[in-house]
C-alpha cells in the first residue's frame, strides 16, 4: 500500500460509520431545506458537525440561512406573526417542553426563560448521546435520539408525524436480560398509539404524567435511556431466561403451545405493569362497550331469579334485608365489597413476583384467560343484578337508592356497564386469590386467610344486592376454565425450583454468560 493509499484508508477509518453514509453537499441541503421548514431540525446540524459530517453541516446551515432570509424578505409580517404566535402560546406543540409548561398554567416572560433554558439543556444532552452513538455505528439510533429531542425543544405546533421521530427510537437496544429487550420497544410502541387514559389512571396525582405522555417518552429517549453500545458483552448475547422441562401434552389433539414455554426466572417489572394497565384497560373498554339493554336485562335477571327459585337457592333478598337492618354488618360488607376487588389480587400477583417469579407467570396467565372469558358472558347475557331489579325490593346498600324507572339510574352508569354481571368476576378474581393461596401459601394461617376470602366475597355481593348467587357460580366456571386452560396449553404447573448452582451463577453474573456466549 502506498502512502496515498494509506492516508485514504486512515482519513475512511476516522470518518468512522459516517463514511458508509453517502457524504457531501448534497445531504447537507436537504437538512436545511427541513429545518427552513421546522426549525427544531436545526439541531441536526450540529449532529452532522460532532460526527464528522462537517461539509454536510456547513451546507445544512447556509440552506437554513438563505431559506430564512428568502422567506423574512418576501413575507416578513407572516414569519413575525408566526413566530409570537408560537412563543405566546397560541399553538404550541402538544408534545414539547413549551406545550407542557402552559399547561401546567405558567406563561409570560418567565415561562419563555424557563423554556429555553430547558430546552438549551435537553438540546445538549441530547446531541452528546447523539453523536456518541453516531461513533459507535448505531446511525439510525443517533438520528432518532435527535428526532427525539426535535420534538421536545419544539415551540410551534405540529401533528402526530411528529412522534415518528420516538417511534424510531425503538432501534435501540436496552437492557442486559433477554427479558428486558421488549420494554422499551413496547413501552414506546404503547406511548405513541393509546391515549394516554388507557396507560395511567385516571387519578389526579398521575395528571401531570398522562397530560405528557409522549413528551416524557421523547425526553426519555433523548437524555435518559440507557441504550448499549455496540463493544457491550450483551449486545449481541444477553442473559436469557430460565426455562423449566417441556411437558408432555395434556391431549394428543391439544399440544402445548410451542412458545408458551415455561419460564423460571423473574419478567421485567416495567412490562409487566405496562401489560397489566393496559390490559385492564383494555378490559374495561369492552365491558362498557357490552350489550346494555335495560328489557333485556332485566328480562335475564327474571330467568335467573326463576332458576334460583326452582333449585331452591333464591336467598339474595333475604340475606339483602338481613343486612340492611343491621348497620354493622351493612357497613362491613359495603367495605369489603368496595375496598378488597383489587387490592387482594394485585397484592398476591406482588409477592408472587417477588418470591415466586414460576408461579407468577402461571397465576398472571389463569387469571387473564378467566377475565377474557367472562367478557364473553358480559357480551352474551346482559344480566340485571338483584338491585337493579324492579319489583323485586332489594335494597343497593352501597351505591345508594336508585331510580329504577329512568335509564340513567345513578352515577355508577358513567364508570362501568351495570348490566355486565354474569359471571361474576368480583367472586371469580376473589376464588382465584383463595385457589392461589392455599396451593402456594407456605403456612397455615396464610391458606386460611386465603380460603376465607372468596368465602366473605360471596356473602358481600349477595348481601349489598350487587349479584345473584348463580352469579358466583358462574365466576368460579371461568376461574377454573382459565386454570384448566393453562394446564392444557402450557402443562402442569411447575413446582418450586432451586436452581442448580452453576446455573444460578450464571443468572447472578450475566457478563460470565455473555462470555461464554462468544
Given amino acids: 500500500m502506498n502512502s496515498s493509499d494509506r492516508r485514504g484508508a486512515d482519513r475512511g477509518a476516522a470518518a468512522g460509520p459516517w463514511a458508509l453514509v453517502p457524504a457531501g453537499r448534497p445531504a447537507g441541503f436537504l437538512v436545511g431545506l427541513a429545518a427552513a421548514l421546522q426549525p427544531a431540525l436545526l439541531l441536526f446540524?450540529?449532529?452532522?458537525w460532532l460526527a464528522g459530517r462537517r461539509p454536510a453541516a456547513r451546507a445544512a446551515a447556509a440552506t437554513f440561512a438563505g431559506a430564512a432570509v428568502l422567506v423574512w424578505a418576501c413575507l416578513p409580517q407572516d414569519v413575525g406573526t408566526y413566530g409570537v404566535h408560537h412563543l405566546t402560546g397560541t399553538g404550541p406543540s402538544p408534545y414539547s417542553v413549551h406545550g407542557a409548561l402552559l399547561r401546567f398554567g405558567l406563561g409570560g416572560p418567565g415561562e419563555l426563560l424557563l423554556y429555553a433554558a430547558l430546552?438549551?439543556?435537553?438540546?445538549?444532552?441530547?446531541l452528546r448521546r447523539a453523536a456518541r452513538y453516531a461513533r459507535d455505528g448505531q446511525l439510525l439510533l443517533a438520528v432518532a435520539v435527535t428526532g427525539c429531542a426535535a420534538v421536545a425543544v419544539s415551540p410551534a405546533g405540529g401533528g402526530r408525524h411528529q412522534l415518528l421521530w420516538v417511534l424510531l427510537a425503538v432501534v435501540g437496544k436496552v437492557g442486559k436480560r433477554a427479558a428486558d429487550r421488549r420494554v422499551w420497544p413496547v413501552a414506546v410502541v404503547l406511548a405513541v398509539t393509546l391515549p394516554s387514559a388507557v396507560l395511567l389512571p385516571d387519578l389526579a396525582v398521575l395528571a401531570p404524567v398522562r397530560d405528557n405522555v409522549p413528551l416524557l417518552t421523547a425526553v426519555a429517549a433523548a437524555c435518559a435511556v440507557p441504550f448499549l453500545p455496540r463493544s457491550s458483552p450483551y449486545w449481541h448475547a444477553p442473559v436469557p431466561a430460565v426455562h423449566g422441562r417441556p411437558a408432555a401434552s395434556r391431549w394428543a389433539r391439544v399440544p402445548l403451545l410451542p412458545f408458551w414455554r415455561r419460564v423460571l426466572s423473574r419478567p421485567n417489572l416495567l412490562l409487566e405493569l405496562l401489560l397489566i394497565r393496559v390490559g385492564y384497560s383494555i378490559y374495561s373498554h369492552i365491558r362498557a362497550a357490552a350489550p346494555a339493554s335495560r328489557g333485556l336485562a332485566e328480562r335475564n335477571g327474571s330467568r335467573i331469579h326463576g332458576i334460583e327459585r326452582v333449585l331452591g337457592i333464591d336467598i339474595e333478598r333475604t340475606v339483602n334485608r338481613a343486612v340492611a337492618d343491621a348497620p354493622w354488618l351493612e357497613?362491613?360488607?359495603?367495605?369489603?365489597?368496595?375496598?378488597f376487588h383489587f387490592v387482594v389480587p394485585l397484592a398476591i400477583l406482588a409477592v408472587l413476583y417477588w418470591r415466586r417469579p414460576g408461579d407468577y407467570r402461571w397465576a398472571r396467565?389463569?387469571?387473564g384467560l378467566a377475565t377474557v372469558l367472562a367478557l364473553a358472558g358480559f357480551w352474551l347475557f346482559p344480566l340485571a343484578p338483584p338491585r337493579l331489579m324492579p319489583d323485586l325490593g332489594f335494597v343497593d346498600t352501597v351505591h345508594g337508592a336508585q331510580d329504577l324507572a329512568h335509564p340513567s339510574y345513578g352515577a355508577m352508569t358513567a364508570i362501568s356497564n351495570q348490566y355486565a354481571a354474569m359471571p361474576s368476576l368480583h367472586f371469580g378474581w376473589a376464588l382465584w386469590c383463595g385457589v392461589v393461596a392455599v396451593v402456594l401459601a407456605p403456612k397455615g394461617w396464610q391458606k386460611l386467610l386465603g380460603a376465607l376470602h372468596p368465602l366473605i366475597t360471596v356473602c358481600a355481593i349477595v348481601a349489598t344486592a350487587n349479584h345473584w348467587v348463580l352469579d358466583a357460580v358462574g365466576g368460579a366456571a371461568v376461574v377454573a376454565a382459565g386454570f384448566g386452560l393453562v394446564h392444557v396449553l402450557s402443562g402442569p404447573r411447575a413446582l418450586r425450583v432451586t436452581l442448580p448452582a452453576q446455573r444460578r451463577s450464571e443468572a447472578d453474573e450475566p457478563g460470565r454468560l455473555a462470555a461464554a456466549g462468544r
Fill in 119 to 126: 430546552a438549551a439543556a435537553l438540546a445538549w444532552a441530547a
Fill in 45 to 48: 446540524v450540529p449532529l452532522l
Fill in 331 to 339: 357497613g362491613f360488607f359495603n367495605f369489603y365489597y368496595s375496598s
Fill in 365 to 367: 396467565a389463569s387469571l
